[in-house]
Structures are given as C-alpha cells and as structure tokens.
C-alpha cells in the first residue's frame, strides 16, 4: 500500500487513544511527542469523549541532553474519535490521516507515487488535502486556543471544499477513496464544532462515501465507526443492535480488534454496561495482546498483560512477558532527543541499583530514528545506564505502535506475574518532572512488596 494511501489509513482522531491512555501531545511535565505512527494496517480506536483543547504557543523547553540529537520525534496517528481532537496550537502534531474499513479486498492504487494516470485525482490535489488536515501544519503558530480552532476549522472547511470538487470532477477515478477518506475527519471536526443538522449530513455523506467505495476492512471501519456513533443519537435506534453488528462487519478482518473495541467504548460512552462487558469479555480472551484493547481494558481494571518482542542493543531478543517473570518490571519509553526523558535518566538510574537486588529490571524502549543507534548506544554506555535498553530499528516502533505511545517519556510498571500495574505510572497530576517520577516510585515500592507467584519462583 502506498504511504499516501497509509496516511488516509490513520488520519482522524488522536484523542480516543489519549483518553484511554493518559497520553497527550504534551503536559506539565514537559513530556515530548514521540514517533509511533502507526502502520497502515492497524486502525486505532475511534471513539473518545471530549477532545483535549489546542494549547497556546508556548516556550517551555527545558535544557538540552548532552548528547547531540534531533528534536523529539512526531506523535502516531490514531483513528476517529467520538469528538476529534482539537488542534494544538504549539505542538508538531503528526497528522491523523483517516482509517476506514469494510471488506478486506484488494489495495487501492498508489496515488502518492505513482502519477495520475486519465481521469486520476493529481496527485497534487491529494498532498493538499493531507497538508490541511495536520494540526500542525497551521503556521504561524497561533498565539491562543481560539485563534488555534478557528483557524483549524478554517483549514477543514477547505478540505471539504477541495474534495466535493475533486468529488465532482473525478467521479470515476479509482484513487477517489483516498480524497475521501482525507474528508472524513475533516467532516467529523466540523461536525464536532459547528453541532449543526447540516454538519451532521455533511458528515454521513462523507461516511457513506468511504463504505460504498471498493475498499479494504481497514479503510472503512473509521467510516463506519462514526457512521455508528452518529446514528445511535437517532430517537428509537437499536444501539445494542447497531453496536453488535459494527463488531461482527469486522470479524473476520484484520481489524476485528479495533472494530471491537470501538463497538465497547461507544457501549460504554451509551452506558450500556453489560454490552460493554460483553464486548470487552471478546477483547480480553482474544485481542488482550493488542495494546489499544489492553489500555480500555486496563481502564475498566481488568488484568492484562505486556505482550512485546523486544530487540537488545546486543542484538539478543526480549520477549515480554515470559523472560522476566518473578520480576517487577519497570517498561519506559524514550528518546535521546527527549530532554526531560534524558533529565530523568538519574532518577532511574537511582530506582534501578537502590531495587535491583529486590526484583526491580528496567526495560527502556528507545523510539530513536533506525539511525541512531550508535548515539543511542553510545549515550547509555557512557553513562553508565546498565539496566536493559532495546532499539527496534524501525519507524514506527512496532511495540509503541501497539500501545498508542505518543508522548515520552512514557512509564509503564509490569508486576512480578507479568501483568500490567500501572500504564501510566508518572503521577498526572505532578508539577514537576521530580514530582512524576515520585509516582513511579511509589507504584515500584507497592509491587516490590507483593510476594513472588509461585509459578514464577
């Protein structure tokens, strides 16, 4: 599939993933975007609640590593969310180009690539329309929130502008569905901030457009997420019914998972508590290794595991949970070029030798460029962090791909049987880097005190 055709794949929205996983683009604790975009098979979940409001321009930054490295890495994409994330004013968002799904049929054509071919959209047009749905391509940075959504907005109207255009002049080109699954998370923006009956029509046009196209499960299921989610607000619709049959459209898909949990977020946002149970009863015993279905999980505190197969900086395998069980494990993920990751280094290096001899492994996860690995390497070495340190070399990193990482650093704590504790163990609520990194600690010391299970001694 081409890599515009994988942009289109991941467009909506980001804030399903940050609501269920305490991630952001940024925070208080000056925490950096990191680069997971997804891969073009593997939607995110779709729905959220109330998307996070843009942030004005900011200048915050702490010191420099002393290392020298790139600046922090792009966000991943995700999928559409129930509301869609505003635009953040001050932070390089990577985009979110839209998913969509229905059957598993074949590729659509390589538009960004190859080179219009008759009646083909120009591959020109399709480079707009994805330039206008990334937040951060509003330039210059705006200075507040509201100069942030209005000017967003404004940025959306023109993609479905451009594409009702492209619509009508090439109605028979085959690369049509990517201009109009670049729309669809415009419309669902739009519809998000104008809540009129003409955005809602605009946005089902642009939904039923994506599913009446030939294209794979993985290109319609956004589509039809929100579709779902838009017709459950209709007087006298089946939800229980509506929800159940956006699942069992996708079960025998590559994105069943996705397609399962977007059906058990919307049951619970409807409050349909044992649909929702049901749902998640589905997610758990079949998708638990798929990190966007273990973080809803996790929130509604069912027990699962850290599933990854990492890569050593020596070249040897970690596989998660298996080689470390009987040990508490603290999982973070990171980047040189992430100065408050390279400010807490310290700290970890102290909970690592202070708790080692009790059971405590520390598993960093660098999300670096594939390459850096020398400065990646060279950067723990001279220092003198000896804890485990992997390095996948790939972009996205397969293992932050899986658990919707956007933010570094990003600490997750794993408990001596190999479940998940905490997957977002920095306190939230913290002030400070100190403060945050206060969280994990305490969250260490309870697992610490927990006895070893015997299956693990």
């Known amino acids: 599939m081409t890599r515009l055709l994988t942009a289109l794949c991941i467009v909506a929205s980001f804030a399903a993933l940050v609501a269920l996983t305490g991630c952001s683009g940024e925070d208080e604790n000056d925490r950096t975007t990191a680069d997971t975009a997804p891969d073009e098979t593997q939607p995110d979940a779709v729905v959220d609640d109330a998307p996070d409001p843009p942030d004005a321009v900011v200048d915050d930054e702490p010191d420099q590593p002393d290392a020298a490295v790139d600046d922090a890495p792009d966000p991943p994409d ?3 969310d129930d509301e869609p994330d505003q635009p953040d004013a001050a932070v390089d968002d990577e985009p979110d180009p839209p998913d969509a799904a229905v059957d ?3 590729d659509p054509p390589d538009a960004a690539h190859d080179p219009p071919v008759g009646g083909e959209v120009p591959v020109e047009l399709l480079n707009r329309l994805a330039a206008l749905i990334r937040q951060d391509n509003i330039s210059p940075p705006p200075q507040s929130r509201q100069e942030a959504e209005r000017r967003f907005e404004e940025m959306q109207l023109e993609v479905i502008r451009l594409g009702d255009e492209a619509i009508a002049e090439y109605g028979e080109a085959e690369n049509l569905i990517i201009v109009r699954s670049l729309m669809l998370p415009a419309a669902d923006f739009l519809n998000y901030r104008q809540n009129s009956p003409e955005s809602r029509a605009r946005l089902l046009e642009v939904a039923d457009g994506v599913l009446a196209a030939d294209a794979p499960a993985q290109v319609k299921l956004p589509a039809d997420a929100i579709r779902t989610k838009i017709i459950l607000g209709d007087p006298g619709v089946d939800k229980a019914g509506a929800l159940r049959g956006l699942a069992d459209r996708y079960a025998e898909t590559t994105v069943a998972a ?4 977007n059906a058990a977020i919307l ?3 409807e409050q349909l508590i044992d649909l ?3 749902l998640a009863d589905t997610l758990q015993a079949d998708h638990a290794d798929n ?3 273990a973080s809803f ?3 509604l505190g069912r027990e699962v595991p850290f599933s990854a197969v990492l890569t050593k900086l020596d070249g ?4 998660l949970p298996d080689d470390l069980l009987g040990k508490v494990v603290v999982v973070e993920f990171w980047t040189v070029g992430c100065p408050p990751c390279v400010r807490a280094m310290p700290h970890m290096k102290s909970l690592y030798e202070n708790n080692k001899h009790q059971g405590l492994e520390v598993v960093g996860i660098s999300l670096d460029d594939p390459e850096d690995f020398e400065i990646v390497q060279s950067f723990v070495a001279e220092r003198g962090y000896n804890w485990i340190h992997t390095f996948s070399g790939q972009s996205p990193d397969p293992t932050a791909r899986n658990y919707g990482i956007n933010v570094t650093p990003t600490i997750w704590v794993i408990g001596r049987d190999g479940m998940v504790i905490s997957n977002n163990a920095m306190d939230p609520t913290a002030r400070t880097l100190a403060q945050a990194l206060a969280g994990v600690d305490a969250i260490v010391e309870d697992a610490l005190a927990e006895p070893i299970p015997e299956t693990t001694e």
């Not at 040897?316 to 596989?319: D, E, I, K, S, V």
Request: hydrophobic share 40%; no cysteine; charged share 30%.
């Open 258 to 261: 996705e397609a399962l949990l």
């Open 316 to 319: 040897t395998t970690l596989t």
């Open 78 to 80: 995700a999928v559409v």
């Open 291 to 293: 990190g966007r279905a």
């Open 267 to 269: 049951a619970d946002r």
């Open 297 to 299: 999980l996790l929130s």
């Open 276 to 278: 929702r149970d049901e």
């Open 104 to 106: 598993d049929g074949p």
